[in-house]
């Protein structure tokens, strides 16, 4: 009853929070303000909902391997393990860098949050266009990357429910190698407290564990992609043991 309880008072809590956000960022924008400045402004509705899982559910974080990110000053693209919404909103509050989300378009019609995350510097693409898609992807990553905001994707493309494997994209993977910059593989075990398509939260501790940045020169995306997946799904297995118990292959 007390996990009911709590997951409807977030999920209040989320939607009584992003709205007067939303307004703020629209005016802002309405106003002059770009880039970074919008960044922060999406950031601290971020922080509000990553607070709030902890505050009102019980929801906490632990991170490992934050030594293993680039350099500042140096570009990357974000390989990250999917399981649930959590993630999406932790990323940005953790990251020492502006980041840009490829996402599919059709968030842009969501109400508020839609709206909001439609002015800041994202890649949005449509999906059914695949072809077209990847190169907007590499159009938009370049250019982000260049002024200094690390790309971050999914590779498995969706949420992946808890202890299963998805099919790995090499999207992140071909992106990084058409720019010269390295990935970092992360994985998150947040479907043990927030499961996927799921409303009712559970307490606990998420782990984001991030590996060690891989080269990207001289490789191909289907090779790179492997190590990327090899990686993250040995560190799940690592860091949410229960949910693969009875697993035997990758």
């Not at 693209?77 to 840009?100: G, N, R, W």
């Not at 099919?167 to 993977?173: D, E, L, N, R, V």
């Not at 990084?176 to 606990?204: D, F, H, M, Q, Y």
Request: charged share 20%.
């Amino acid at each position: 009853m007390m996990a009911v309880l709590r997951s409807v008072l977030h999920l209040l809590w989320m939607l009584l929070t992003v709205v007067p956000v939303a307004l703020v960022l629209l005016s802002a924008a309405a106003l002059g303000v770009r880039g970074h400045g919008l960044y922060r402004l999406a950031v601290f509705w971020l922080r509000l909902a990553v607070q709030g899982a902890k505050s009102i559910m019980g929801i906490r974080y632990q991170i490992v391997g934050m030594e293993h990110l680039p350099a500042q000053d140096q570009a990357c693209v974000l390989l990250v393990k999917h399981q649930s919404t959590y993630e999406t909103f932790l990323m940005p509050v953790i990251m020492p860098k502006d980041l840009a989300y490829v996402f599919k378009r059709e968030l842009l019609y969501v109400p508020f949050f839609g709206w909001a995350i439609g002015l800041l510097d994202m890649v949005h693409i449509d999906r059914s266009q695949k072809a077209q898609s990847f190169q907007k992807v590499v159009q938009q990553g370049k250019a982000l990357l260049e002024k200094g905001i690390w790309v971050i994707m999914f590779p498995e493309g969706t949420r992946i429910p808890r202890g299963q494997v998805g099919k790995y994209k090499s999207g992140g993977a071909r992106l990084a190698i058409e720019t010269g910059v390295s990935v970092v593989p992360i994985a998150v075990n947040s479907a043990t407290c927030w499961p996927r398509r799921a409303w009712l939260k559970r307490p606990g501790t998420v782990t984001v564990s991030i590996g060690p940045a891989i080269a990207s020169q001289g490789r191909q995306p289907d090779e790179l992609m492997r190590q990327v997946q090899d990686w993250i799904e040995g560190e799940m297995r690592r860091i949410d043991p229960m949910a693969y118990a009875d697993s035997t292959s990758a």
